[in-house]
C-alpha cells in the first residue's frame, strides 16, 4: 500500500474516526476467536463502519489501535502495514525489553513462542549439519 492510496484514506481528526473508509482486511494477521472476537452489533472505531449481531461461527476479530477498537476484516490492513514499515524495530526493542524482566507475566506469550521458535531452528539446523556431515564423508 503506498502512501498517497494511505493519505487518501485518513482522516487527520483526532476524535472520532480516523479512515473515511474501510482500510482493508489484514492478510498477514490471523488472530481472533471467541475470546478475542464478538458476533454482537458492533463499529469499527477506525472507520466507522458498522456490523450487525452475526451467526455463531462468524465471530469478527477484535484488536486496539491507538486506543481505538479496530475490527480486523475490516481496517486490520493497517497493522500490515505496520508490520511491513517497523517489524524490525519493534521485535528489536521487545526483546530488549524482555531481557529486563523475562520473568514478567506480560512475557507468558512470548516465552512460550521462543520456546517453539527455538525448538524448531535446532531441529533443522540439526538436520543442516547431518547433511554437511554427509557430504563431507562422500569426499572423504
Known sequence: ??????????????????????FGKSERF??????????????????????PERQ??????LASFLGHQCIMECCGKVFDLLYEESAQ?????LLIDFSKAHDKNDYKQLRYRLAETLKTWHQEAKKSWQGVQELRNLFR
Open 56 to 61: 455463531e461461527g462468524h465471530w469478527l476479530s
Open 89 to 93: 524495530d519493534f521485535t528489536e526493542q
Open 30 to 51: 490471523k488472530f481472533g476467536n471467541e475470546h478475542e472476537g464478538t458476533l454482537e452489533d458492533i463499529t469499527c472505531e477506525l472507520c466507522g463502519t458498522n456490523f
Open 1 to 22: 500500500l503506498d502512501k498517497e492510496v494511505l493519505m487518501a484514506k485518513t482522516i487527520s481528526s483526532r476524535r472520532g474516526i480516523l479512515f473515511k473508509e474501510p
